[in-house]
């Protein structure tokens, strides 16, 4: 293997029979194949029924008698739910998250596609959008935030606005740069405020922004040292202490950097390193201003994370998470990874092995992500020393590192293939076998390299056409699939299937779903009611310690039916089931029980109590 295969081809060779409108309608092709095959709509999970629960509050006001929005929540620090409000108004809640979802994404896409074009130029700028399709891009610990989320929040908008921000700020558009910035603000001002810091260290210089940095943590740490040493000056700030403090770290351990699980600690640290490497390699003054600006960002968040969880637990630190900068940091580092490859193979110094394990690092999972890029910014340090046999060894070593990773990969997809059966395959299960060996990472990467070397190349229109066809007939085939709802809650046919129960229900009245399940989407989209208590209601404690309070109060009216199930931290270090993966069974004495509380309205159960229950006969879960 030659490293002038990863190399832009002599000018004679480009692609000169096809036109630039042609190679970038093939393009935008293949990457909605690729999201298609990779990717699947989420709707209303985690998050996204939370912000899709704000928002219908907006027009439905007996909602904001929720647990979630009863006291203080996120709600109030973004204006994406009257945004969010207006779409459902008018499209039905399910077209409108699936519509503003769609629209967010490719804007995404959009943005980093001009972004990387003003960076790395047109030869590279295709792959760089493909790669941040393709990598997940999760950031923190134990996975539960990415930049590529597939289902609606704020964080959708914002980080959309940011990137476009980017892209203008390197198109020479600064002051709109910083008023989509502002805006994205306002939207959500935790992923926001990171975009902010980043255009201010570009705009003032690294290493000016490295001592403001500097200067700005070390101040905070020293205040929150005189807040826990001076009960005087904590009566004038909010703490998360006591009984609150306990309640936010089982539930939201994530918080507090101090207890977060070793992957957590490797994923943070994965991009920081790539971009320490990228700012090695590549040449351009620009991006390595802009790598630095990136890592300097990311570093002081986590710095900053860690003041209210080693020193003192003050309130907006720990609201704020700023370790959630690194989302910016990671979604950098990813779309400069294939620009930093294509350096690297250049050299014939080892630079064919650090382009290959910085490959592994990002889109091969049985790979230690953090393992292989260090192993990749250590031989990429001290290529100047290797001489031509340690290079020739390297080299052969990525030839039969291929081989297995592609023998391992062909078994892998053999198996999902033997695992299925032709019964599910004519049902319509193909698809998802498809994109579980498209999940593998080897298939998608292949797609994407054959693409981008498809253009770099001269093609006759017919093999041209061919290409474009295959791309957009595997969009056709999987993109629906990919946009279809999982579950049923807030559609049309189940609201009037569910119209006798929402006639019984107050518009105001709490209703309890047993055994505990952790979202409470049926109970919000389906019913239009409050819900009594979710796990995922719990998200808002930290918020608040009324919610904290009242989350404890209602989860021990609910425990002869289940435990807690916000105990998250206490299961995951005694490595324990969920407490509510084995709830008691509901029977007349029990409900007597927990009806007794006066905010439970209705029960929600399965089976027969002859209490003289209100039955729904239909097939279903619920």
Aim: aromatic residues 10%; proline residues 4%.
């Amino acid at each position: 293997m030659h490293t002038s295969n990863l190399t832009e081809p002599p000018a004679g060779q480009t692609a000169a029979k096809s036109a630039p409108w042609f190679h970038a309608v093939l393009w935008v092709a293949t990457l909605a194949a690729i999201w298609a095959l990779i990717h699947r709509y989420q709707g209303f999970a985690r998050d996204g029924e939370l912000y899709a629960m704000q928002a219908m509050s907006r027009l439905n006001p007996d909602l904001k008698h929720d647990l979630y929005l009863q006291f203080a929540s996120q709600d109030r620090f973004t204006a994406f739910s009257p945004i969010y409000a207006l779409a459902i108004r008018a499209l039905g809640l399910v077209n409108a998250a699936t519509l503003l979802f769609c629209v967010c994404a490719a804007w995404l896409t959009a943005a980093v596609k001009v972004l990387s074009l003003k960076l790395v130029g047109n030869r590279e700028t295709w792959i760089a959008t493909a790669a941040v399709l393709i990598i997940p891009g999760t950031y923190g610990p134990f996975g539960i935030f990415s930049y590529t989320e597939d289902y609606l929040t704020a964080r959708s908008l914002a980080e959309a606005l940011v990137a476009t921000a980017l892209a203008a700020h390197f198109s020479g558009w600064r002051i709109s740069a910083l008023v989509m910035m502002w805006a994205a603000m306002f939207i959500h001002p935790i992923m926001a405020l990171p975009g902010v810091l980043l255009q201010l260290c570009l705009l003032i210089g690294l290493s000016r922004s490295l001592r403001l940095a500097a200067i700005g943590t070390v101040a905070l740490a020293l205040a929150a040292t005189a807040v826990r040493l001076s009960p005087a000056l904590a009566s004038h700030v909010t703490l998360i202490d006591g009984a609150w403090f306990e309640m936010v770290l089982e539930r939201s351990q994530f918080l507090f950097i101090q207890h977060w699980d070793r992957a957590g600690y490797e994923m943070t640290a994965h991009p920081i390193i790539c971009l320490t490497l990228t700012a090695m390699v590549v040449e351009d003054e620009r991006i390595r201003k802009l790598c630095g600006a990136a890592l300097v960002v990311g570093i002081s968040g986590l710095a900053i994370n860690a003041i209210p969880s080693l020193v003192s637990p003050i309130a907006i630190l720990l609201q704020g998470q700023s370790w959630r900068w690194m989302w910016l940091t990671t979604l950098l580092s990813v779309m400069l990874v294939p620009s930093t490859m294509v350096r690297m193979a250049r050299d014939p110094r080892g630079g064919l092995f650090c382009a290959s394990m910085l490959l592994l690092s990002w889109t091969f999972a049985d790979v230690d992500g953090l393992a292989a890029s260090l192993a990749a910014l250590a031989v990429w340090s001290v290529r100047h020393r290797l001489t031509a046999t340690a290079s020739k060894i390297l080299n052969y070593g990525v030839v039969i590192g291929a081989m297995v990773i592609l023998v391992a990969t062909v078994a892998n997809a053999v198996n999902l293939l033997r695992i299925s059966n032709q019964d599910s395959i004519r049902d319509g299960a193909w698809a998802s076998h498809v994109r579980n060996i498209a999940a593998l990472g080897l298939p998608v990467v292949a797609l994407v390299w054959a693409v981008w070397t498809w253009t770099a190349r001269a093609r006759s229109s017919a093999s041209s056409a061919l290409a474009l066809g295959f791309a957009m007939l595997t969009g056709m085939a999987f993109l629906p699939g990919a946009l279809r709802l999982a579950s049923a809650s807030g559609t049309d046919d189940e609201v009037n299937e569910f119209a006798d129960w929402r006639r019984l229900i107050p518009t105001t009245s709490n209703v309890m779903l047993i055994p505990p399940v952790k979202s409470a989407a049926f109970i919000w989209f389906t019913l239009q009611r409050p819900s009594y208590l979710t796990v995922d209601q719990s998200s808002g404690v930290v918020f608040s310690s009324e919610t904290s309070a009242e989350v404890k109060r209602r989860s021990e009216v609910l425990r002869p039916v289940a435990d807690p199930d916000w105990r998250i931290y206490d299961s995951i270090e005694h490595k324990q089931a969920s407490p509510s993966a084995h709830p008691s069974a509901l029977t007349r004495r029990t409900l007597y029980a927990i009806c007794g509380d006066p905010a439970l309205g209705f029960v929600i159960s399965q089976g027969e109590l002859e209490t003289g229950v209100v039955s729904h006969r239909r097939a279903g879960i619920w």
